[in-house]
């Protein structure tokens, strides 16, 4: 289950990302009274912890 959790070290990276997924991060963040990096971070260790290694492809190259 995804946790709310806050505080880690940092390194700035910067990164494109949809307007609407944008609009629907803010919405949660402010709505768990967090930053927008904070829920951020939270999704994509979510996502890297969850991630179903058979269905990924090394093939395309992208990084």
Avoid: H, W
Avoid at 13 to 21: A, T
Avoid at 36 to 45: A, D, E, G, I, S
Avoid at 47 to 57: C, P, V, Y
């Amino acid at each position: 289950m995804f946790k709310i959790q806050k505080g880690y070290d940092t390194v700035s990276k910067s990164f494109r990302l949809p307007v609407e997924m944008v609009d629907n991060l803010e919405s949660l963040a402010f709505k768990y009274n967090l930053s927008l990096n904070q829920l951020v971070v939270q999704c994509l260790n979510y996502a890297i912890e969850n991630l179903d290694e058979d269905s990924t492809s090394t093939e395309t190259g992208n990084r």
